[in-house]
C-alpha cells in the first residue's frame, strides 16, 4: 500500500490538494490511501466532510509548550499510516498529472527514497531561479547530493525506521535533517524530475520570514551534523556568505562601494532579481540570530 500523508494547521488550501491527490490515488486503485494530520482544532471540518470518504483525518493535539509542530506531525502521520511506501506532499500544493504514479514508480524498482520537483506557478514571485536551478540539477543527476524537502518525497517504511523518524527537537529545519541522516545511514535519494508540483511560496513578507526561520535551523543543523561542517564552503556557500557581508556593512563607512559587492549574486541570480539576494541576507540574519543566541 501507498500511504500519502499530508499534514496541516489552518491551511484551507488543502482543500485543492487533497482533491487533486485523491483523483491520483484512486488512478492507482485499492493500494492507496490518504492520511491528513491536521493541527486546526477543527477549524478546517468543512473541508473534513468533503473529503471523509476518501482521507483518514488524524486530529492532532498540540503538546504544551510546542509551538511548530511539523515534525511531530510527520512522525503521527508516518504511525497512523498503513502502507509501505510513505509520501509526503504539502497542504496547498498542487501536484501535476501523473505526479503520484511517477514519484513512487522507483520504489517499486531498486530504490528507497525518492524526490520531486516542487515549483513555482506562474505569476508567483521569489523562487523562479531556485526551481529553475532545481530542475536542471535534477535532469542532469540520477541522485540529490546534499538533502530533499519533505514538500515533494516518497520512501519506504524501512528507510524511516533505520533513521528513527524526524527529530521533534527541531521547529524548522527538520526535513533537511532527516534527509542528512538518510544519506548518512547509505541511501541515496532518487531525483524524479517529472513528478512535479506546484506550491505557491506567498507573499514578499511571507518567503522572508520562512528565509530567516531556516536560517537560524541551518545553525542548528550544523551544531547536530558537525562533521558537515567541513564542507560548508564546497555546499552551503550561503550559510558563511551571508551572514559575513551582513558583519562587514560597517565597512560602508569607509568604503561606500561596499554593498555593490551584491550586484554580483544579483547578476548571477538575475532571474530573481532583488527578490533573491533579500531572501538571501534575510537568511544570513537568521543564521547571526541564532549564532548569538547560543
Keep these: 500500500m501507498i500511504s500519502v500523508v499530508i499534514i496541516s494547521k489552518d491551511e484551507a488550501s488543502l482543500d485543492g490538494t487533497l482533491t487533486d491527490v485523491t483523483c491520483q490515488a484512486q488512478e492507482l486503485g ?13 477549524r478546517l471540518d468543512d473541508i473534513r466532510l468533503r473529503h471523509q470518504a476518501e482521507v483518514r483525518w488524524v486530529q492532532f493535539d498540540q503538546p504544551p509548550g510546542v509551538t511548530v509542530t511539523i515534525p511531530h506531525q510527520r512522525n503521527v502521520g508516518v504511525r497512523t ?26 520504489l517499486f524498482q531498486d530504490e528507497h527514497i525518492a524526490a ?14 531556485a526551481d529553475r536551478l532545481m530542475v536542471e540539477g ?9 538533502s530533499a524537502s519533505t514538500i515533494n518525497l516518497a520512501f519506504r517504511r524501512e528507510v524511516y525506521d533505520t533513521v528513527g523518524g524526524f527529530d521533534e527537537g527541531f521547529a524548522y529545519g527538520s526535513d533537511t535533517d532527516f534527509s542528512w541522516r538518510v544519506t548518512d545511514a547509505g541511501y541515496r535519494i532518487r531525483a524524479v524530475a517529472d513528478a512535479i508540483a506546484l506550491h505557491d511560496t506567498g507573499s514578499l513578507r511571507r518567503q522572508l520570514r520562512r528565509s530567516y526561520v ?9 551544531r547536530k551534523h558537525r562533521a558537515r561542517l567541513r564542507h560548508i564552503l564546497r555546499n552551503d556557500l550561503n550559510v558563511v556568505a ?8 560597517p565597512l560602508t563607512f569607509v568604503y561606500p562601494f561596499y554593498p555593490a559587492l551584491l550586484l554580483i549574486p544579483a547578476w548571477r541570480n538575475r532571474s530573481d532579481g532583488a527578490v533573491g539576494v533579500l531572501k538571501n541576507l534575510t537568511f544570513g540574519a537568521g543564521v547571526l540570530a541564532e549564532l548569538a543566541a547560543l
Aim: net charge negative; hydrophobic share 40%; charged share 25%.
Design 81 to 106: 499510516a498503513e502502507g509501505d511506501i510513505i509520501v509526503f506532499i504539502d497542504a496547498g500544493c498542487r501536484p501535476e498529472p501523473e505526479w503520484l504514479a511517477l514519484l513512487v514508480k522507483p
Design 214 to 222: 531556516y536560517g537560524r535551523a541551518r545553525v542548528r543543523l550544523y
Design 242 to 249: 551571508y551572514p559575513v557581508f551582513l558583519l562587514g556593512l
Design 30 to 42: 485499492e493500494s492507496a490511501e490518504i492520511v491528513v494530520v491536521d493541527a486546526s482544532d477543527g
Design 116 to 129: 520531486g520537483i516542487t515549483i513555482s506557478p506562474p505569476g508567483n514571485t521569489g523562487d523562479s531561479v
Design 138 to 146: 535534477t535532469l542532469a543527476n540520477r541522485y540529490l547530493k546534499e
